[in-house]
């Protein structure tokens, strides 16, 4: 049995990488694609991958058919809300990327965006990180997206917070990401020249993901009856790739720990959760997680190191951001919102070496 | 069903990639992964990108279980030609990747390598290039690994030969090609700071794949009843890049052409070929073939511009070196080797942007 | 004694270069630096490795102050020439790095550009190549740029052609060049996830360089009383680097030659020449021309190799685009046009590694 | 007036960079280079950039006249103490670029490398990072090199813990180097299909350096009559490029702060330091400190930013680790220690772009 979805605006690279899934999904049929600046052109023009797996065009969201299982938003901010406004009541599901239904708070949303244009929709979305809300998500219709870097960060903290592990006030995280998460739209930032080999600290404090890896660790805290006080000193930097985050996260340890500490706490909070892969081979030159072994799939590779001189671990946490930062998990939420097996058309391995 | 099958010498990247191939071919289960020098070893310590797809360890080749439907070797040159002579009377299919059975002329085979351990057995072998030998290679019991390089110049050449477009005998090929080409053996000149962005004509003459591309393309000339006089000028350069092959060629056209000239040609050569993509998206910037987009499939992307102020057709073809030069084609091979449909195992689009 | 100069069109990468060099050269004074677009910035502001060094601001090209030695123009074609047009007979020299004044031949030029401006300056100008024209650029007052591109194939081949070593009628040159030669100008071809990793035949015939190649060579032949049939099948890639050409040069060898005729030939050509450097370290990594120690340097690296099994020479030349490209011969030719040494302020050697 | 040097274990990376730099130094005459491995090499064989600049050639450094000035040694720690221990007494001038004399405490020295060969020479040595220790090099007959990462880290913190602003005693130091810190040596880790386009946090935790970061601000710390409680939480990273480091070092501030605050701190502790440069260049690309604008010098771009919803500041510090990290400061004290300018044969900016 196969479900509808249409995509709505999918010419980005979010988009194009959603498409490229869905077309290998075994119980996915895609409806409509749709792109407002690229009506009437064939997907592959735009996506020179998918020569050979599709014919399909562009059309505008002016004819989109909402007679479909499930819409997939790939709109900007601000753009997506109202959108989903428009659609929620027919039933359709949704799973909007964009970061419109992110934060909980609106008020969060307003001092890292602007002022939510449907705040009364909020209560009804669930935040798509199935590691954390995999229930919920069977449950929804409205699913949001989630922020690429703000994932890696709270794969690689949720454990050690959950267990008591570490100083949930105190942690930074120092993530490294590559171009292509910046999306289709280039300027000078963009440019070969001016970006390749450089490491630029781009928006190294107030970034917005900030305000989801708080949100979902204070959901934590609360949750195990501690305070919420959640605090990531958050510093993105543009490195030379152009698929990939590794976030490294130093976080003052609660008490003194060993390695088995902290692996109790992960393997008990990933238990049933198939693209997380613990890392931790000593003795190979991949014995902490690295991007490139991810590129390309929807694991997560996770790992850590406790310091010997300092109260601190060192956690690393490796993902490909269009994929499990992006499109990966949708695909796991579509799967547990239709009662699949999560890993539906999900289940490949990267590729060594890339 | 399932075919069992064993690779022997696979800690090399060619050996890795296959493997990977095999553990997702929905008709293959792999025996045994062989490795002098890494047995005892699970196979994920030098492949990352397979962790969670396999528990297998490297066995030593002396453990070898023949009991198999197929051999695959990765083996050096020279070594895997007696390894051939061994197991062939056993009525194994194998599927040789070394260059050791690429070449019907134990005297050219000489020239470029050694003299030949087992000339006897030459007879035997089909040249693994499903696009060229499809009959062949469904009715042998021994087939070659093909260069890849070698690879991507015939397939950009055989249509224009095949029709007679181009002169074969001053044919020039410019190949620039990724490092992983190289293997998983270093040196210093693959040491990251040399190696890293540079252009190295590293053999501007007299490279080994020569010989392939001039065999494969006289084949064609004799099958036209024309002269065997092909002459490839091949010069491969290190480019920045792991993986992939974009090969330039230059070839004086024989008399005045149109593009539908050449279309013809392509088309009409490549029908029923599902892995070859003609590209000229003219209006677009992947308006010509680029490695890009065949990262990580067994697709060559084909494409050319006429020369309207010299008497010059450009040719550029684009593969994944270890994929579609190598362990792509050998999964074609045991495909058709096995009555199953050529695609089983290799379908998958590449990724955008990568 | 110092001379004064102004660079109009500044705020590009050659005018950025240029300015550079500008800034280190003991017998160079810069007067103004004009940009339109950027006029009041301060010039670090586009060149932050010029920090600590200047703080001059771009100014309006409507304030240029012509009461200076020297005006090097880094102006778009058909913008420079009414430019030069004038201010030639103020008496000021010039050194116009635009195109416009490179062919001799207005219909040439209309046939890879327009029509040209002001047909009736040609015959004032001197190819801005010192290696080929020294004598003349010393006594000229408008010397024009060079293509970067053409000047890595010309220095490549003229001693060649001019020791009649091979048929300039069937030349073909294969160039791999870096993301800067397309300037500060940015789209989607440039936009790092598209442009990083790749191998680009952006445009494998009609490049406009082709007219400047074939000029240069004919005027050769010319010289020694031979048929003008240069004829240069080009074709270069964007190749993933950010400074940087290497060509590679196939040409069919007019009689059976040796290492030694090929080294005579370019040793007598390059006598008196320092910028160039022939190469052929054999047993090293670095035996051939390679593009990182020419890097940051004004230097073209040159070798070849003859193929034994064909009629080919395969001539490698290796320069920093925007130097030896571009910027640097336009110092040697202020140099020259004021009787100071040919090296000054640019005898710099590059980095290794980098 | 010419100083003769010459510089022992010259064949690595940071040896071809000093010499480098002294063939160009107005006022240093290269005596003698030495390699044991590459005796009678000439040095152009390793180093392709000094083509047509040098015609030396490595001697053993049992051959080694002690008749010059100043001994630059490239040793590798353990071996170089010794080494100095033989030849300070002839009163010769040691610049040593080794960890064996940064340390002034013996039982650091043995916890992060081993034994001290001859800790009776430690308090003759002054550690040689110049913005630190001027007048004392300006006395000393032993300078000591700087760890890379560690003097990135070291210059972003000083003035940050000399002027109280910042907590020492929970400083996160997040690094980003290229491949050429690793040296000429090459093993898998540094295999280009490997390391390309990585990010890989290789030490996370029990870096050597962190010991020279702690010594040095504990210094600072003393001076002012603090504690020294000086905790530097230190994990380096390598990520694709050859040259240059990024470290981001995320500080707990002492109180809220202005930018005001920070500028006076930072301005202050540099009066007088002609290579540190100061980088704010806000509404421009490189607002903060980058790579790339300081590859090929010997400066150290520095930068910050308040985090206006945590109590930190984030401080960037961005060097060429070969030369900014190494033979650059070598140089500095060299000039120091003969009362020549600080930036004599050093000063010259970067390239743009690279």
């Known amino acids: 049995m196969s479900y509808k979805i249409s995509i709505v605006g999918a010419s980005g690279y979010t988009g194009g990488e959603l498409m490229r899934w869905a077309l290998l999904h075994p ?122 870097l703000a994932s890696s960060v709270i794969l690689a903290c949720a454990p050690l917070v959950k267990a008591g592990l570490i100083d949930p006030s105190r942690i930074i995280a120092d993530s490294k990401i590559g171009s292509s998460a910046g999306g289709a739209a280039f300027d000078i930032s963009t440019h070969h020249p001016e970006r390749q080999g450089t490491v630029r600290a781009y928006k190294p404090t107030g970034h917005r993901h900030t305000a989801e890896m ?85 694991f997560a590779d996770i790992g850590f190191e406790l310091d010997a001189d300092h109260p601190r671990i060192v956690v690393m946490s490796a993902i490909d951001n269009l994929i499990r930062g992006s499109a990966g998990p949708a695909i796991q939420c579509f799967n547990l919102m239709h009662n699949l097996d999560e890993k539906t058309g999900l289940w490949v391995p990267g590729y060594h070496p890339i």
């Open 27 to 148: 119980q996915m049929e895609i409806a409509q694609v749709t792109s407002e600046r690229f009506a009437g052109t064939p997907v592959t023009k735009l996506n020179p991958n998918l020569r050979g797996f599709t014919q399909a065009e562009f059309v505008s969201s002016k004819q989109l058919n909402t007679d479909v299982d499930t819409l997939f938003l790939c709109l900007p901010h601000k753009v997506s809300a109202p959108f989903v406004k428009q659609y929620i009541d027919t039933g359709v599901k949704i799973i909007d990327l964009s970061a419109d239904f992110r934060l909980h708070n609106p008020k969060t949303y307003e001092h890292y965006y602007q002022p939510h244009p449907c705040p009364e929709l909020l209560p009804r979305a669930v935040y798509g990180l199935p590691e954390l809300h995999r229930e919920a998500i069977k449950k929804t219709q409205l699913v949001s997206g989630i922020g690429c």
């Open 214 to 298: 708080e949100q979902e660790l204070n959901e934590i805290l609360a949750a195990n009856g501690q305070a919420a006080n959640a605090s990531v000193g958050f510093s993105p930097h543009a490195v030379e790739m152009v698929r990939g985050i590794l976030s490294t996260i130093h976080a003052p340890v609660s008490r003194p720990l060993t390695d088995l500490d902290v692996w109790k706490a992960y393997r008990s909070f990933y238990s049933g959760s198939p693209f997380i892969r613990l890392v931790k081979d000593k003795g190979t030159l991949f014995k902490y997680p690295e991007v490139k072994p991810v590129v390309g799939t929807n």
